[in-house]
């Protein structure tokens, strides 16, 4: 049966101000006016996609809670928000659900990141995250840079589970770590499908189109990225797991106000 490409249009009261600070790049430092409701959180647009807001715990490549996330959620703009929903419509029927890791991110985390990258004897998660990459190279190779399209809250970092989930493993400061790209049974026991790598995973298998992971996990993200396709999203080729609406509502601006 064909995907539907319908999506829903969402027009914003109030939205003017905002579009308008948009059009020189600007930085946002605080939330939208209030009344326009330009973002809100996934999980009251639809409870049944699981969130696991990575980079509000310790199970990242920081190896900390980052600056800006004061709350697990996953916080989007409306209209990315309303095709997400549809593309977990699809997934439904099959038994499978979506998980975000990441959605809006603001400006003040990338900050963090970019600092944390600068500070080239902080390696503690190097083993897990970026086990065959240099720290110093983090910039050059594009894993790190000081804008990203999250902090425009139309991207999101996801992948897909089986229903039930699972319970994932629970990672606590100091488990020994293992290399992201490792055949699954032996990396981070995730509760996703197995997409050949974990998420964040700093490495070339990473890359979408990776002739390095084996047919089922070219499947899986194939499934993936037809599906956030059909509804308007997409994919970094880069990094399986990386969405940006195609239409966003603010292509030029890079909010920063915390997630709460």
């Given at each position: 049966m064909p995907l539907s490409r319908r999506l829903g249009s969402l027009i914003l009261a109030g939205v003017v101000a905002v579009a308008l600070a948009a059009c020189d790049g600007s930085r946002v430092d605080a939330p939208p006016p209030p009344g326009t409701e330009s973002f809100v959180s996934i999980t009251d647009v639809d409870p049944t996609i699981i969130v696991?807001?990575?980079?509000?715990?310790?199970?990242?490549?920081l190896g900390t809670r980052v600056t800006g996330y004061e709350a697990p959620k996953c916080l989007l703009t409306e209209q990315a928000a309303a095709a997400l929903a549809q593309v977990q419509q699809e997934l439904r029927p099959m038994n499978l659900a979506l998980k975000t890791y990441d959605c809006y991110r603001p400006q003040r985390a990338v900050d963090h990141f970019v600092a944390w990258?600068?500070?080239?004897g902080d390696v503690k998660m190097k083993a897990e995250f970026y086990p065959a990459v240099d720290k110093a190279n983090l910039f050059r190779d594009g894993y790190i840079a000081e804008k990203s399209g999250h902090s425009r809250?139309?991207?999101?970092d996801l992948a897909i589970?089986?229903?039930p989930a699972a319970e994932p493993e629970q990672y606590r400061e100091g488990d020994p770590l293992?290399?992201?790209?490792l055949p699954t049974d032996q990396r981070f026991h995730d509760n996703i499908l197995d997409f050949g790598t974990g998420y964040d995973c700093f490495d070339p298998a990473a890359h979408t189109a990776s002739p390095a992971v084996g047919g089922t996990q070219r499947a899986m993200r194939t499934l993936l990225a037809n599906l956030m396709d059909e509804h308007g999203f997409k994919n970094l080729p880069e990094e399986w797991w990386h969405?940006?609406?195609r239409d966003e509502p603010f292509p030029q601006t890079y909010f920063d106000f915390p997630i709460r």
């Amino acid at each position: 049966m064909p995907l539907s490409r319908r999506l829903g249009s969402l027009i914003l009261a109030g939205v003017v101000a905002v579009a308008l600070a948009a059009c020189d790049g600007s930085r946002v430092d605080a939330p939208p006016p209030p009344g326009t409701e330009s973002f809100v959180s996934i999980t009251d647009v639809d409870p049944t996609i699981i969130v696991e807001a990575r980079y509000f715990g310790q199970h990242n490549f920081l190896g900390t809670r980052v600056t800006g996330y004061e709350a697990p959620k996953c916080l989007l703009t409306e209209q990315a928000a309303a095709a997400l929903a549809q593309v977990q419509q699809e997934l439904r029927p099959m038994n499978l659900a979506l998980k975000t890791y990441d959605c809006y991110r603001p400006q003040r985390a990338v900050d963090h990141f970019v600092a944390w990258a600068r500070d080239l004897g902080d390696v503690k998660m190097k083993a897990e995250f970026y086990p065959a990459v240099d720290k110093a190279n983090l910039f050059r190779d594009g894993y790190i840079a000081e804008k990203s399209g999250h902090s425009r809250g139309s991207t999101l970092d996801l992948a897909i589970v089986a229903l039930p989930a699972a319970e994932p493993e629970q990672y606590r400061e100091g488990d020994p770590l293992r290399e992201c790209a490792l055949p699954t049974d032996q990396r981070f026991h995730d509760n996703i499908l197995d997409f050949g790598t974990g998420y964040d995973c700093f490495d070339p298998a990473a890359h979408t189109a990776s002739p390095a992971v084996g047919g089922t996990q070219r499947a899986m993200r194939t499934l993936l990225a037809n599906l956030m396709d059909e509804h308007g999203f997409k994919n970094l080729p880069e990094e399986w797991w990386h969405f940006t609406l195609r239409d966003e509502p603010f292509p030029q601006t890079y909010f920063d106000f915390p997630i709460r």
